[in-house]
């Protein structure tokens, strides 16, 4: 299986570079993981909500270039779908079976994602209603992936 996950931004500090980095690393024995970075818009803390929509509508596009449309698309959203571990593990699984042969993340940025990007995706899945960061979610979300996989291999990992 093929996973990318395509985000909005680098990691720019050291700590969450090595931290993906390392999950990375781990789900590569299952599955070949590709990531796509997308340059973010500068957004200061007080801009108004015309330009926000703007810059969200600017990295909307640059992900929508990116976007690999034979994918089955998951995107990160607070008003998505949760799961636990385990059925995560399970849609993943039978997205497998089902003959998905690539699944791709889209994270967006400090702003969200453009809605039409939304809608346009397969999947909204959520992490819970709390707001992360988005170079955080990166590697929670590459450590889910990695624990997927662990569980449906019947592998033990901490819990």
């Known amino acids: 299986m093929d996973i990318t996950i395509l985000t909005v931004g680098k990691l720019k500090e050291a700590y969450w570079r090595d931290a993906y980095g390392e999950y990375a690393k781990r789900i590569s024995r299952f599955a070949r993981l590709h990531t796509i970075e ?48 385990e059925q995560f593990a ?33 999947l909204k899945l959520s992490f819970g209603r709390l707001t992360y960061p988005h170079q955080l979610m990166r590697v929670v979300l590459a450590e889910q992936i990695f624990r997927g996989f662990k569980i449906m291999n019947g592998e033990p990992y901490h819990k």
């Open 38 to 85: 997308v340059p973010d818009e500068r957004a200061g803390e007080d801009l108004s909500a015309a330009l926000a929509a703007k810059a969200k509508a600017a990295e909307g596009e640059r992900l929508k270039k990116q976007w690999l449309a034979r994918a089955y698309t998951i995107v990160l959203d607070i008003q998505g779908q949760m799961f636990s571990s």
């Open 90 to 122: 399970s849609f993943l699984h039978e997205k497998m079976v089902g003959g998905v042969s690539h699944v791709q993340f889209i994270i967006g940025g400090s702003l969200g994602l453009d809605e039409r990007l939304v809608k346009a995706a397969d």
